[in-house]
């Protein structure tokens, strides 16, 4: 084995997913919805499939979902996209990640990451040869201290990654805060990644900024998302990273020579998604505000300490008040004894001693699914 992976384990979601299923648990751990895709958007994929669109796609994406992504990206956040320049479609945000990684970093590059962080960057950034800088976002309000950001800046700086709205914390970054990044990062000639797979899960009053869409940012940022949260498709592994031409011409010839292109149909059916109406999108955004509510209510009941999310849809908490068990531990026991699943966020952190106390749950669930995990943590306190 490649002495670059051997440091890396096992997924915690493959991890946790598998312990739920041997003991029959609720599975609030690995983010992934328990209820279907909208039927109209299944509908456009097995038509496509009918229709004969089973051969490669186009390498950078079908041109009906690069049309669709643009006219997306200027009905809600005013972008101004070509879609022959400025888009790479990928096998889920996790390739557009992995691709962005590879085109932007040389080895020894730093790359600053706010911790604790979706857990595939750190190993892209080491499998890439870049060295990880962390900047944590602190407990309890999930931001990051000023000072610290700038401190972690240096001339080795070469790209910094955002995720906004936050996984696993919720935090949802103002604009005075992605401006404040934006200045470091053209001080220090940083490029930025943008992870934004949550941009329809954003809870009132907090609302979703591009940061490509702040002036000085268009020109450094690499923005990624996907269809899978956003039309309840996770399995379909359809995402896409958007940027300036020559962001996204290196973009594509990672791409080109990874997976080459993603899976046809579906670029199909996203392209249809993408421009459900307007009333899609605030359903989804009421049925999730309903869910986090659901969810928050029953924990409260619980001697976990809550942090409300402003966005995506996880609640972190911190399990201190009820023990001293570790994080990995406590989400074991909680499969095992009480038969609910989460993922220990100790696991999104480089330094995992900053996370010990703290597991994330996820709410992109059926109600009834919410309602049977919310009877079971009735007995969290005798654990
Ligand atoms: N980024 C974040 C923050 C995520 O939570 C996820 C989880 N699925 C991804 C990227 C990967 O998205 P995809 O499933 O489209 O590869
Ligand atoms: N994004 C999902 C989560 O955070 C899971 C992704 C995965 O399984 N790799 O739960």
């Keep these: 084995m490649n002495s670059r992976l051997a440091q890396f384990g096992s997924s915690v979601f493959a991890e946790m997913t598998a312990l739920a299923r041997a003991h029959h648990a609720v599975n609030l751990g690995q983010g992934f919805p328990d209820f279907d895709t909208p039927a109209e958007v299944k509908e456009i994929a097995m038509r496509a499939i009918a229709d ?3 051969q490669y796609a186009v390498s950078h994406g079908e041109p009906v979902l ?3 992504l643009a006219e997306h990206a200027e009905r809600f956040y005013n972008q101004p996209l070509n879609p022959d320049e400025n888009i790479c479609v990928t096998s889920g945000a996790s390739e557009a990640l992995w691709c962005a990684i590879q085109a932007c970093i040389n080895p020894g590059d730093e790359v600053i990451v706010f911790e604790p962080s979706f857990d595939v960057y750190i190993p892209n950034i080491v499998m890439a040869g870049g060295v990880v800088v962390p900047v944590t976002l602190h407990a309890p309000s999930f931001r990051f201290n000023r000072e610290e ?8 700086t070469r790209l910094l ?8 914390t919720g935090t949802v970054f103002t604009r005075d805060e992605i401006e404040f990044i934006r200045d470091l990062c053209a001080e220090y000639g940083a490029l930025v990644i943008s992870d934004e797979v949550y941009e ?3 809870f009132a009053p907090n609302a979703h900024i591009r940061p490509a869409t702040i002036e000085g940012m268009g020109e450094r940022t690499i923005t990624i998302s996907s269809g899978g949260k956003t039309f309840s498709c996770t399995g379909w592994k359809c995402g896409w990273a958007l940027g300036t031409k020559p962001l996204i011409d290196a973009v594509r010839r990672v791409h080109q020579f990874t997976v080459f292109a993603g899976a046809t149909p579906f670029h199909y059916a996203i392209a249809h998604a993408l421009r459900l109406t307007d009333s899609f999108y605030m359903q989804l955004l009421s049925d999730y505000t309903r869910r986090k509510d659901m969810l928050l209510a029953a924990l409260r009941q619980t001697p976990l300490h809550i942090h409300e999310p402003e966005g995506a849809y996880f609640i972190t908490a911190d399990i201190s008040p009820l023990t001293t068990d570790d994080g990995i531990t406590f989400s074991k026991r909680m499969i095992t004894e009480i038969g609910v699943a989460t993922i220990p966020s100790q696991k999104f952190y480089v330094n995992e ?6 597991i994330r749950f996820c709410f992109c669930k059926k109600d009834e699914t919410l309602n049977k995990a919310a009877e079971r943590m009735l007995s969290l306190s005798s654990l």
Excluded at 149 to 156: E, N, T
């Design 149 to 156: 950001l700038r401190a972690a800046f240096s001339k080795r």
């Design 161 to 168: 990654i955002l995720n906004t709205p936050h996984n696993p």
């Design 66 to 68: 690069r049309a669709a």
């Design 200 to 202: 329809h899960i954003v």
């Design 353 to 358: 001693e900053h996370g010990r106390s703290l």
């Design 52 to 54: 004969g669109h089973n």
